[in-house]
């Protein structure tokens, strides 16, 4: 039998909960630190984020009813389509079946809106009156401008300079949303004016420009400060993504051997491999042999190269501190780095379920990377994002290991979103400009000096 090339559903099953993995970890996640040493309390937290995330952040009940208010919004492009890239898999003449879930249908062109739509909602709820937040790339400043323009909120987005200089149309993006747009370092904040300081020519960094929005919320009561990933609640949202995919691979009668996603701060990771863990955990026979593979660039290698341990989640210390895998606080991805991806920690959950080896990663060069997505694009047509070309690597990668031993391995990635804001990197790519570059051991060790001191 034919399996269809593209598995749909139908608007009324986009999902009714997310799935909280929190339940079914074998040990509990490690609580943030503040500086004391102790666990932050609600109180603290609460100067930043509005009470209904709060919950979501620290909760353990393993379903969490999605609003109908949120799910309606979602219905814009939700249920998103799996897709199998069957030309894909003729070009490399494997006999893997290879699937991609697609998240670049929504209105900013990710999965990011899968999380943006929902804090904007709970902070309205709130009565919180301004968001606040940071961006690199400005995938996630776009899809929280767009989310606050849904639920009339205003936003203010502190932009990691070098990407404010280098994508001037997803900084218009935010504007035609109706947001305001920073480059950072700015001299908004103390820890801007800090850093300009320190170094008037200073790029920024995602680190220094949450510190930046950080600081913005926590000043003002009635602003809230959203973050598009790390977080507890972050991953919680982004778990529509997998749950849709195994109802659709429910539907072709398959199921995926391996998963792989494009780690940054580990959101959609988590949001299309959680779901599959849950059946792990109930002891599904499908998925017992299933593996689930973060892939990040070798330039910023946090899980395959950097520590597990506490770490700020901002470059100036003003976060809690987070058990996580981290290349230091004050890691500065090489200006060189065009694929994303370059936050120096991880989401906590995702860091824990990789030490406990529930979950693997792999890191994969600059311009393979590039390669894959262009063969990518070329087979099926879809110019993905320079992030999501770290997965297409790895997915590639197994269909080459498959065509050489004959498996014919069910593989699923995350196609988190689109690059058609994204040509100024593949430019870079096509002129021979990008080279491939191992973030040096040393640097690491370095950065790992300055890790906060704890009990
Ligand atoms: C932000 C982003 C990522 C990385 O973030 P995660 O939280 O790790 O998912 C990956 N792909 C795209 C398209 C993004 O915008």
Redesign the pocket.
Known sequence: MMTPLRIDLAPDEIPTHWYNIVADMPNRPSPPLGPDGLPVSAAAMGAIFPGPILEQEMSAARWIPIPDEVRQIYAQWRPAPLIRALRLEQMLGTPAKIFFKYEGVSPAG???PNSAVPQAYFNKLAGTKRLTTETG?G??GSSIAYAGQMFGLPVRVFMVKVSYQQKPFRRSTMQTWGAEVFASPSDLTQAGRAALAADPACQGSLGLAISEAVEEAAADPQTCYTL???LNHVLLHQTVIGQEAKKQFEKIGLYPDVIFG????????GGIAFPFLADKAAGDKRAAGLRCVAVEPTSCPTLTKGAYTYDYGDASGYTPIMKMYTLGHDFMPPGIHAG??RYHGDSPLVSQLFHEKLLQAVAVPQVATFEAGVQFARAEGILP?P??CHAIRAAIDEALRCKATGEAKTILFCL??HGHFDMASYDRYFSGQLEDYDYPAEAIAESLKHLPQVG
């Open positions: 990710s999965h990011k790339a995938q996630w598009g990933s790390v494009p780690c940054g701060g580990g959101s959609s990771f994303g991806l994002a992030e999501a988190t979103g």
